[in-house]
């Protein structure tokens, strides 16, 4: 298992993962690989430059299957939807990957 640190971009869902725990990495380095993706937004408005930070304070830090760890969206911003990160992986962990245990009517006699 490994762990990568999920960047959701706040304006159009697009989410980056970056290997690695998040402490690991600084801020200013989290937000340096968001730059590229965020200059494809007009961040121009006051707010919006500070929207972008929220890329970086957001920075969720997941675990990795390996399975999973191929398909993360190192190489770009991905949309979420197309990804297996689903909003259950991007919450704070706790479960996420447990499949919840669907209660089975048990016709036990
Ligand atoms: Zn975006």
């Known amino acids: 298992m490994k762990s990568a640190v999920v960047l959701r971009c706040p304006i159009c869902n697009a989410v980056r993962a970056l290997e690695g725990r998040r402490s690991k990495y600084s801020k200013q380095e989290l937000y340096s690989h968001v730059k590229t993706h965020l200059r494809g937004h ?21 675990v990795v299957l390996p399975e ?42």
């Open 42 to 62: 007009d961040l121009n408005e006051p707010k919006m430059a500070i929207r972008k930070y929220g890329i970086v304070s957001d920075a969720t830090e997941i």
């Open 68 to 109: 999973n760890h191929r398909q993360l969206p190192i190489e770009e911003g991905t949309e979420r939807d197309d990804t297996w990160l689903t909003d259950g992986s991007l919450s704070d962990g706790e479960g996420s990957l447990s499949a919840s245990e669907s209660s089975v009517e048990t016709s036990s006699l």
